[in-house]
Structures are given as structure tokens and as C-alpha cells.
T-cell receptor, first 110, second 113 residues
Framework: EDQVTQSPEALRLQEGESSSLNCSYT??????LFWYRQDPGKGPEFLFT?????EEKEKERLKATLTKKESFLHITAPKPEDSATYLC???????????WGAGTKLIIKP | EAQVTQNPRYLITVTGKKLTVTCSQN?????MSWYRQDPGLGLRQIYY???????DKGDVPEGYKVSRKEKRNFPLILESPSPNQTSLYFC????????????FGEGSWLTVV
């Protein structure tokens, strides 16, 4: 069964304290892996798409990486405005259905 | 500005009273979908539409209906809402069915009592 698991559920960091969020997946052939950011009371907002193991994408303080079993969202020197829930989704080659993880709630304290 | 607009944003209704959540996008996207988001669960797709007059069931379609008569609009209909449909609903639109660059509405909080 295709599955996506994100960890940790919640992460509290001090401003400037770098860390990583994890997205583990099980799919029969990866079509794509996607990262989204969701602010409270808002819809998710697209961040990155990764297609193959070894691929990396960067945007400001965020860097997403991909292996054959998981993806990491690395946050370098985070600021309070990086506080949000980060969602991961995968799409299998076998169908067009997106499978979403439950998200990691990131809190950055000043 | 690229936008997905859904209404109402907040609604409390009673069991069995039909309701419609409207959704409109201004990006000329062909692919639109509805999701529900519940605590501890990932986004779950309710219905999707690949184009006008073409709709199909997602993961959790029971108790919902949709229609796509115009490209920009994709309303979600709850014919006889029940308390287990209390949730946060998102309308989404994208160029295609991949997970790449999906635009989401701001969400509709629905409570069924």
C-alpha cells in the first residue's frame, strides 16, 4: 500500500537553530514528491517538486533532498516567519493520485 | 493575481440540511479538486475534475457530489450532511493532475451538528 509518513509531528526550534523534517514514503514507482507549506487558517502553498533520488531544490532557507525512501526538508538558520506546517505528498507512477502526509508543525521561537 | 476562491469560509449547519460550497479559479486551469483535512490525517481527495463535464471520485467521495459546468467553477455539494463531515475543506486547482504547483483556496470550515 502506498504510504507517506512525516516526522516529527511537531518541532520547536530557537531562531537560528537549523534542523530537518523527514518525509518517508512507500510507493510502487515514484512519479514525484512535493513539499507544501501551510500557514494557520490558509491553504497549502507549493514549495518544491523532486523527481529522482539525489535531486535537491533550494529556496531561501529551505532545501529539499530526495532518496529512494525519503525526503528531507532542511531548514538553515530559521526565522519566526518560517513557522508553519510543512506537508509532503507523493505521486506514484501507477496512478495520478496524490498521497499526503499528515504534516510537521514547525515553531520557531525568537 | 492567481486565486482560488471558495465560499463560505465558515459554516455551521444541521444534519440533513443540503449545502453547497462554491469554488472558483482565475487561472484557466483544467484540473480542479476538493480535499478535506482532518487533524492527524493528511489531505484526502474527495472528488476531482480533469476538465469541464469530466469528474471522478477521489479517496473519500461518500456523501458528496460535484459538478463542473464551467471551467472556472467547481462546487462541492453535501446533499444530506452528517456530523462525520465536519471538517476543513479545500478547493484546489492546477495545470494538470500532478502534485506540481497546486493552488489551494483558503479553506472552508464546516461544522455539522
Amino acid at each position: 500500500e502506498d504510504q507517506v509518513t512525516q516526522s516529527p509531528e511537531a518541532l520547536r526550534l530557537q531562531e537560528g537553530e537549523s534542523s530537518s523534517l523527514n518525509c518517508s514514503y512507500t510507493v510502487s514507482g515514484l512519479r514525484g514528491l512535493f513539499w507544501y507549506r501551510q500557514d494557520p487558517g490558509k491553504g497549502p502553498e507549493f514549495l518544491f517538486t523532486l523527481y529522482s533520488a539525489g535531486e535537491e531544490k533550494e529556496k531561501e532557507r529551505l532545501k529539499a533532498t530526495l532518496t529512494k525512501k525519503e525526503s528531507f526538508l532542511h531548514i538553515t538558520a530559521p526565522k519566526p516567519e518560517d513557522s508553519a506546517t510543512y506537508l509532503c505528498a507523493v505521486q506514484a507512477n501507477s496512478n495520478y493520485q496524490l498521497i499526503w502526509g499528515a504534516g510537521t508543525k514547525l515553531i520557531i521561537k525568537p | 493575481e492567481a486565486q482560488v476562491t471558495q465560499n463560505p469560509r465558515y459554516l455551521i449547519t444541521v444534519t440533513g440540511k443540503k449545502l453547497t460550497v462554491t469554488c472558483s479559479q482565475n487561472m484557466n486551469h483544467e484540473y480542479m479538486s476538493w480535499y478535506r483535512q482532518d487533524p492527524g490525517l493528511g489531505l484526502r481527495q474527495i472528488y476531482y475534475s480533469m476538465n469541464v463535464e469530466v469528474t471522478d471520485k477521489g479517496d473519500v467521495p461518500e456523501g458528496y457530489k460535484v459538478s463542473r459546468k464551467e471551467k472556472r467553477n467547481f462546487p462541492l455539494i453535501l446533499e444530506s450532511p452528517s456530523p462525520n463531515q465536519t471538517s476543513l475543506y479545500f478547493c484546489a486547482s492546477s495545470y494538470d493532475s500532478s502534485g506540481n504547483t497546486i493552488y489551494f483556496g483558503e479553506g472552508s470550515w464546516l461544522t455539522v451538528v
